[in-house]
């Protein structure tokens, strides 16, 4: 009764939340020092990360809402491109390490693709931008042609077998 509740519940778990859970584990890893992902748990360094309290950690896209990722007007102009660019451009407070994580990058208008595309050419040194898609192909050429691809999948939930569980 309780593994079929949890295979519901795991079901449920889009490839919207896996990709976000691998970027903070991502960022916190990144952030914090940690040689693997997800070895630390979780951490007060991924708490922050999650509660978008982090200031080595940048969202864009949040609003999901939003049917496009601006430009922006300069580099005041809260959650555009511009002012992303322009954070990129400082250096990290807390950690070694800057992460832009990009919700939804599929939604970058145009202008603001390419105005992005000079900073994901030569990113600024430690700094490292996260651009979550459902499918690439919606991102301009020259920006897939500038990434790392790491595809997800979600897998579906597979209960411990019993004799495993009761060893730990």
């Keep these: 009764e309780d593994a079929s509740e949890m295979s519901e519940l795991a079901t449920e778990r889009n490839s919207t939340d896996i990709k976000e859970e691998f970027a903070v ?3 916190a890893a990144l952030l914090s020092g940690q040689k693997k992902l997800f070895s630390a748990g979780d951490t007060p360094v991924s708490q922050r990360v999650w509660k978008h309290s982090h200031p080595d950690v940048r969202w864009l896209g949040e609003d ?3 049917r496009s990722i601006k430009i922006g007007k300069d580099f005041e ?3 555009t491109v511009r002012e ?3 954070w ?3 250096k990290p407070h807390e950690s070694s390490w800057k992460v832009c994580i990009v919700l939804g990058a599929e939604r970058l208008t145009e202008d603001a693709a390419n105005a992005f595309l000079k900073t994901l050419e030569e990113p600024p040194a430690h700094t490292v931008f996260c651009l979550l898609v459902e499918n690439k192909t919606h991102l ?5 042609s500038r990434s790392f691809e790491i595809r997800l999948t979600p897998m579906p939930f597979q209960p411990v077998p019993k004799n495993l569980a009761s060893m730990t």
């Design 64 to 66: 999901r809402e939003e």
């Design 77 to 79: 102009d809260p959650g």
């Design 140 to 144: 301009l050429e020259t920006i897939q």
């Design 88 to 90: 990129a451009s400082m």
């Design 25 to 27: 584990a991502f960022a």
């Design 84 to 86: 992303i660019i322009h």
